[in-house]
Structures are given as structure tokens and as C-alpha cells.
């Protein structure tokens, strides 16, 4: 059993001090019943809940696919740059946040949630997630970068990444998968093998493909067979 307010600011009918005031108006209605206690206790799962005859739909978590452009900051907070939650309306009150990070200038998908149990599992090296990323670059690459990265190449600072599936797709054009998200990771790879990345799209994560009806900016919930997808990655 949840309390009342706590269901209703939680799907976004404004915050706990918006919503008790909504409660004490009448304006919620639980099985059909007004209720003017704020506190009162639900099942969301059972109780029908409607405030101002609209129907309340709750799900405790949130799963988004954001197409990410350039120029925005993973972050839930940035003194300086718009973060991705800042593209997200109707979701204020849920407590997103982003599942790990993209660069600031690079594009694709990302993830938000509010499940942090969830969001853990996928980031941990552990469960050795996969990250496919298209990329753009300077240079040339041959069989013996593709060796590289499969054995496991060393960036800058000494560190050898973990084997990585590198595929050549045209003329400075390449698909990489990853397992981790190393600080400018892909860039420093590249750079590791003399070439430049000039551009960088995130277009696959933990099974679950971009979705090329996503301009960049847009975003969507997940479905449910996706959802499913990222659950079962161990």
C-alpha cells in the first residue's frame, strides 16, 4: 500500500505539496469515493484512481529511448550546458536520470530511467553489456586494427580495454561494440590506431536498437519485449 499524495506526484500531478492541495479540493477520487486525506493508502495496482475524472496510470518505473543530439549533457544537472532531461516533459516528478553517459557531442540512444537497480546492472563491467556505435573518422583502418580491438587495444593512459567488435563499413566509416564506457572511450581507441573520430552515434545498447523514427530529440517508452531485453542481459 502507497499513500495517496505520493502515487499522485510520482505520475507527475505536480509535487507533494500541489497534490495534497488537489486531495483536499476533492479532486481525487479513489473506487469512485472522494478522499480528502492525503495520506490515505492505495493499491495502484487494484484501487481506480481518477483526479478531476481523468484516470491515473501508475507505473512505479520509467523506461525512455532518447535520440540524443548534439550539444546536450548526460546529466540530471549542469551549471553550464542543457542536460538531456531537459528535452523529457510530462515526466518531471519521476526522478529520471540517464543510464550512464554520452559525450556532449555525441548523438543516439540513451536511456532514462528511474529504476536504479536496473540502471546498475546494465552499467556494471560485470555483465559485460553491449554498446554498438556508428562512427565517423579520420584515418585509415585495416584487418590489423580489427585485430587490435578484438585482443583488447591500449588507450592513452595504459589501460587495456576490453575485446571490442570493430567492422569496417566503408570509406572512414565503422561499426565498434563495446562492453564498457571509459571516459571518450571509442575516441581514445580510435586515436590508439592514429585516426580521428569526426563522428559518433550510439545506435545500440544492452540488445535494444535505436529507433530510426526517432529524430534526434525525441524519445519514447520502451516496450515492454524491450524492457524484457535489458533485464535479461547478465
Not at 178 to 198: D, L, P, S
Request: glycine fraction near 8%; proline fraction near 3%.
Amino acid at each position: 500500500m502507497i499513500r495517496l499524495d505520493k502515487i499522485l506526484a510520482h505520475c507527475g500531478y505536480g509535487s507533494r505539496k500541489e497534490v495534497k492541495e488537489l486531495i483536499r479540493k476533492g479532486y481525487v477520487l479513489v473506487n469512485g469515493e472522494v478522499v480528502l486525506d492525503d495520506d490515505f493508502k492505495v493499491d495502484p495496482q487494484i484501487d481506480e484512481i481518477t483526479v478531476a475524472n481523468e484516470d491515473v496510470s501508475y507505473d512505479e518505473f520509467i523506461y525512455l529511448m532518447l535520440n540524443k543530439p548534439d550539444g546536450y549533457v548526460s546529466a540530471t544537472f549542469d551549471n553550464n550546458d542543457p542536460t538531456v532531461l531537459d528535452l523529457i516533459y510530462g515526466y518531471e516528478n519521476r526522478n529520471l536520470f540517464p543510464v550512464g553517459r554520452l559525450d556532449k557531442d555525441t548523438t543516439g540512444l540513451l536511456l532514462l530511467t528511474n529504476d536504479g537497480k536496473l540502471a546498475h546492472k546494465l552499467l556494471s563491467p560485470k555483465h559485460h553489456v553491449n554498446k554498438t556505435y556508428y562512427v565517423q573518422y579520420k584515418g585509415l583502418l585495416n584487418n590489423n586494427a580489427i585485430i587490435k580491438f578484438k585482443e583488447g587495444i591500449v588507450i592513452d593512459d595504459g589501460y587495456k580495454c576490453l575485446p571490442a567488435l570493430l567492422e569496417i563499413k566503408g570509406e572512414n566509416e565503422a561499426l565498434i561494440t563495446i562492453q564498457e564506457g571509459k571516459f571518450h572511450q571509442v575516441k581514445r581507441m580510435f586515436e590508439a590506431v592514429n585516426c580521428n573520430v569526426t563522428y559518433l552515434q550510439r545506435i545500440a545498447f544492452g540488445g535494444i536498437k535505436l529507433d530510426d523514427k526517432l529524430v534526434e530529440g525525441e524519445y519514447r517508452l520502451l516496450t515492454e519485449e524491450e524492457i524484457n531485453l535489458l533485464k535479461e542481459n547478465n
